[in-house]
């Protein structure tokens, strides 16, 4: 006869005894960011990839920059490069640059425009001698009769 196959509580005891193995989950340094927070992978997993990352303060709440969050996430395969990130970056200041060329731009127009401005008409609302606080909408005494008829 062949060879015995080992029976299903053997089988579970070594699943058990290897996962319990600290050279299961390796982790691979992929790369590091400007503040120094280090990212790797667990490798030798059979699980989907694990990504995650070391941060330098171990109390921090700083997020790390958006190239490794989409990395971490899963939404990209490859861990960005300093060159991507740095190209990143110049993008950035050039929207903010524009951003506030353009708000100037917006603010100065509104400057030039307010000698063009409408003056302000006060409202025609009724006010009787109960009312102490502004009205929200205008009256109209016809109204106001008909309400005090019903």
Do not use: C
């Amino acid at each position: 006869m062949g060879t015995r196959r080992p029976g299903v509580p053997t089988f579970i005891w070594r699943n058990f005894v290897d996962s319990l193995g600290r050279d299961r989950f390796k982790k691979t340094i992929v790369g590091e960011d400007e503040l120094g927070n280090k990212y790797y992978e667990l490798t030798k997993s059979k699980r989907p990839v694990k990504r995650g990352f070391m941060s330098v303060d171990k109390y921090s709440t700083v997020l790390p920059p958006p190239e490794w969050l989409t990395w971490l996430r899963g939404i990209r395969n490859i861990p960005p490069t300093p060159e991507e990130i740095m190209m990143n970056r110049q993008t950035e200041e050039k929207v903010k640059k524009k951003a506030k060329e353009i708000d100037q731009n917006w603010n100065n127009l509104l400057s030039h425009e307010e000698g063009n401005k409408i003056p302000h008409v006060e409202s025609t609302t009724v006010s009787s001698d109960v009312d102490t606080e502004p009205a929200n909408f205008p009256r109209y005494p016809e109204y106001e009769q008909h309400h005090k008829l019903t």
